[in-house]
């Protein structure tokens, strides 16, 4: 199972694990912050390339995706999906609090209108 992805009140257009937000409040000297859940979009005809760190439409005229691109590494080695196709996300209404040396911490519906 993968791991849960969360963006942060810091970065609300990238989401990612919580290993990485613990070393974001290290190298950044924050004791809190708050985290939301992300889901992973479907149906929206757009993917997120991993060699560009770009977000681009499924059969899309971006000019460099499919097979005009130098990356391009279909997952069957044939044709079709890029191996570096991934999945576009989208904040969900789960919030959290992540504290320096403490588990992640649910916040609930009165919390969170309090922050």
Not at 2 to 25: P, V
Not at 32 to 43: C, D, P, Y
Request: glycine share 8%.
């Amino acid at each position: 199972m993968a791991k849960k992805l969360y963006f942060s009140e810091y970065d609300d257009d990238n989401c990612y694990n919580l290993t990485y937000h613990r070393e974001y409040m290290k190298d950044n000297l924050i004791d809190e912050m708050i985290l939301i859940e992300a889901k992973r979009e479907t149906g929206t005809g757009y993917f997120f390339c991993k060699e560009y760190g770009e977000i681009s439409e499924v059969n899309g005229s971006c000019g460099y995706c499919g097979m005009a691109c130098s990356f391009y590494k279909p997952l069957n080695g044939k044709s079709g999906r890029c191996k570096h196709y991934g999945w576009c996300y989208e904040p969900t209404d789960n919030q959290f609090v992540l504290k320096v040396g403490k588990k992640l911490r649910r916040l609930h519906a009165k919390q969170k209108n309090d922050n």
